[in-house]
């Protein structure tokens, strides 16, 4: 009787164990969100990490790819063939569109609503990211716009309701103030930010990142789409 208790005990101690173990390092099932519900629209087709926690009302369009650790909490959409790196943070109220890029440990926020407490936004800020833009790594955009093609480099910083234009760039590490504006095909420099270069050509965004990144974005969309089709066989 003594060692049939023993034993009832170390079976006790062991499942208590992996049970434990299962909870630290396992995803919780509030995390995996590749199912559709009632806040959320997943298109079957996108590619979500299991450690991607999506709260809130999420779209994700056909063919986006959102990698391990990001988080994205909200009222968000995300376009199809975008592609979201690691370790992203996504919150508030935002829209993200078709073939753009957002590298590893960038923080989007949705901005000020107008005039509550201390708030000087005499409008709601908005949050929207266009096609073909270039979100590069540690950047940081607080209810901001950027145009099509606009692009962001290593550890940009864009304020409230920073306005980046069509085709134009801020540069690696340079900072925007509140309510700038950096015009259709601008290169802006520094801190605070200011233009370096007005009608930047292809040529231009080619020499600054070393590739053209609204062709890059695209480039590596398609590779993406691709693989998807051939590993869920809809080729």
Known sequence: MIEKRKTIINAAFVLGILVLLAAVFLPATSRTTAQNTSDMNIDPTAEIHDSVILEGRVTVGPYTKI?????????????????????????????????????DNVNIEGGRPARVGSSKAQVPDKSIIGDG??????????????????????????DYNTRIGKGAILANGSATCVNQVIPDNCFAQGVPAVIKKGDITD????????????????????NIEQRIRKTKGLD
């Open 133 to 158: 833009c270039w979100i590069n790594h540690g950047a940081t955009m607080h209810g901001t716009q950027v145009g099509d093609g606009g692009a962001l480099g290593l550890n940009a910083c864009c």
């Open 67 to 103: 990698d391990a650790g990001t988080i994205v909490t909200g009222n968000v959409t995300i376009g199809h063939h975008t592609l979201i790196r690691c370790n992203v943070t996504i919150r508030g109220t935002n829209k993200i569109g078709n073939f753009t890029h957002i590298y």
């Open 203 to 222: 040529a231009d965004r080619l020499d600054y990142f070393g590739v053209l990144p609204a062709a890059w974005t695209r480039y590596e969309a398609r």
